[in-house]
């Protein structure tokens, strides 16, 4: 009798979530689909999920509609780490979650997927409203101080200040997803580094990923000149003048600031850049150039034909009133001066050399890139926990036993196009299922 009561006794697992991000949320639906576990997400801000409010410009870049395959293509940090956590966890599955909330999404360009509301505090509720009705306790404004382990290298639980007094909190399993240094406001200021490395994880350098770069003074005028100005369709291309190599390549959208560039193709281009072979040595003698094709769609020959064929039809008007078909009004100024032609020479004057270093300019704008942006703006952060300490199957710590990692706080990082917060369900939703 004593026997058959003792086999009915069902051990519950206490399951601690450090930090309440998309990764942690996403851990603790796996983790709490096993009834026999109790889940708790400690967060240190008042309420979880506060990074996924300013994601895709304030509306929530959920995820990509790329096939599953190709997203590894677009994770130049160390992509193939997260081969078993997107099998266990696709795009299809976070958008089923939020479907199942009453929350639609929508395609836009570059395979993007938004709430169909363009609201990202929709998703972010309906993640905390699935997380509430699994049974998930949440515990806000906690900080964690402390992952505790045994002399066996084991986790027991976690050190937190909660209402202002500091607590021992027992646990079984502990998944560490406090994020990465990029937007300190939302909560996401490194704590989770600290704690790893004090238990023997490796840190990779934390640097800046998907963020604008600065340029060298002498390109500094030039984009002061056209600042807030935002390009479409044009190419880029990162050339290392050392080696006279193209290191990056890419078209879209790009914008000018007051210290240099910005928009979706340059903070692609960062991610790329930070991994590039003495990247900061060849910054420093500015051996990074950025050119710029302002007009991708035509040849040399095509370009020279049209700005002849825009001449022809207003040959007696003054150069500097004849590109406007040709260019954004607050790009005029800048490329006129670049040309070195007289801006009151008359167009019917203009030589053929002189048109082709209209082209010249035209098809190859040339930057000199200085640095990255500092770290508070960046979108994400490359570098953390060395990858060869983590079972990819698993996110289990193969130096401590019970401990998990979650989300940006992995050394693996992507570029724009909803990638990085597909690393961050997957991520947690692998630690969370063991």
């Known amino acids: 009798m004593l026997k058959r009561k003792l086999d009915q006794t069902v051990i519950k697992m ?3 979530i450090i930090g309440g991000g998309a990764a942690g949320m996403l851990a603790a639906i796996s983790s709490s689909k096993n009834k026999d576990n109790e889940v708790i997400i400690l967060e240190k801000m008042d309420m979880p999920g506060k990074k996924i409010l300013i994601t895709g410009k304030g509306r929530c870049n959920i995820t990509s509609n790329l096939p599953m395959d190709e997203f590894i293509k677009n994770v130049p940090g160390n992509g193939k780490f997260l081969y078993s956590a997107f099998n266990n966890f696709t795009n299809k599955d976070i958008l089923e979650i939020l479907r199942k909330e009453g929350l639609e999404t929508k395609v836009e360009r570059g395979n993007r997927i938004f709430p169909i509301t363009d609201r990202a505090q929709d998703v972010q509720k309906a993640l905390i409203k699935v997380v509430k009705k699994l049974g998930v306790r949440i515990i806000t404004n906690c ?4 992952i505790l382990t045994n002399s066996n290298k084991k986790v027991y639980g976690v050190l937190a200040n909660i209402d ?5 909190i027992k646990a079984d399993k502990v998944i560490l997803s406090t994020g990465g240094k990029s937007y300190p ?6 704590d989770g580094y600290k704690m790893a490395e004090e238990i023997g994880h490796t840190i990779v350098k934390i640097r800046p990923s998907l963020v604008p770069l600065t340029v060298h003074e002498n390109s500094l005028k030039l984009c002061k000149s056209m600042q807030g100005l935002s390009l479409k369709n044009v190419g880029i291309k990162f050339i290392d003048l ?3 190599k193209t290191i990056y390549e890419d078209f879209g959208e790009m914008l000018f600031t007051h210290f240099g560039v910005s928009g979706p193709i340059i903070l692609s281009a960062s991610a790329h850049l930070l991994r590039y072979k003495n990247i900061d040595e060849l910054l420093k003698n500015k051996k990074i ?3 710029i094709d302002l007009k991708p769609a035509l040849t040399e020959k095509k370009l020279d034909d049209r700005i002849l064929r825009d001449f022809s039809e207003e040959k007696n008007k003054e150069y500097k009133n004849c590109l406007n078909k040709l260019l954004p009004k607050k790009m005029i100024e800048t490329i006129i001066k670049l040309s070195q032609i007289n801006p009151e ?13 209209i082209v010249t300019i035209l098809k190859g704008l040339e930057i000199y890139i200085k640095d990255f942006r500092a770290i508070d703006e960046a979108i994400i952060t490359s570098g953390g926990i060395k990858i060869s300490e983590i079972n990819p199957k698993t996110m289990e710590s193969k130096l401590v036993k019970g401990l998990f ?4 706080i992995i050394d693996v990082d992507a570029y724009t196009g909803g990638f990085n917060l597909q690393i961050a369900y997957s991520t947690g939703f692998t630690a969370g299922m063991n």
């Open 164 to 168: 202002g007094k500091e607590k021992e």
């Open 143 to 146: 900080r964690v101080n402390k």
């Open 405 to 408: 990692f979650a989300g940006e």
């Open 345 to 357: 020479k008359k167009v019917n004057e203009i030589t053929k050399e002189e048109r082709k270093k």
């Open 14 to 16: 206490k399951v601690i």
């Open 185 to 190: 406001g939302t909560g996401s200021t490194g």
């Open 242 to 244: 050392e080696k006279s």
């Open 289 to 291: 150039e950025l050119k």
